[in-house]
């Protein structure tokens, strides 16, 4: 089954640090930009950080900018996204998604593949 699978989320105070990971199942992530969105109670899905296929490209919203950190390791079929110093406004459900290019645009209907997504809430 051609899947991606988020795993990582939780509750961290402000301030704290997650690392959330997008594995995928039933297809390899090599030659695919892999994005990870997320979706806050009643407002649009943002894209967050995106990276190209080769990792040479990678784009960071201005709101997370020197916070979090993407990467990807094609050995483990898994991207990961490295978050710190995290506020209260970073709460939301993070999905991953896939795009069969080499990059992308960090938007949500450049996208065709999406995972489930998980809820990550910062909260003292």
């Known amino acids: 089954q051609v899947q991606l699978v988020e795993s990582g989320g939780g509750l961290v105070q402000p301030g704290g640090s997650l690392r959330l990971s997008c594995t995928a199942s039933?297809?390899?992530?090599?030659?695919?930009?892999i994005g990870w969105f997320r979706q806050a109670p009643g407002k649009e899905r943002e894209g967050v950080s995106c990276?190209?296929?080769?990792?040479?490209?990678?784009y960071y919203a201005d709101s997370v900018k020197g916070r979090f950190t993407i990467s990807r390791d094609n050995a483990k079929n898994t991207v990961y996204l490295q978050m710190n110093s995290l506020r209260p406004e970073d709460t939301a459900v993070y999905y991953c998604?896939?795009?069969?290019?080499?990059?992308?645009?960090?938007?949500?209907?450049?996208?065709?593949?999406w995972g489930r997504g998980t809820q990550v809430t910062v909260s003292s």
């Open positions: 998604a896939a795009v069969p290019a080499v990059s992308a645009l960090c938007v949500p209907y450049e996208y065709d593949l």
């Open positions: 039933g297809f390899t992530l090599d030659l695919k930009t």
């Open positions: 990276i190209s296929s080769s990792a040479s490209n990678k």
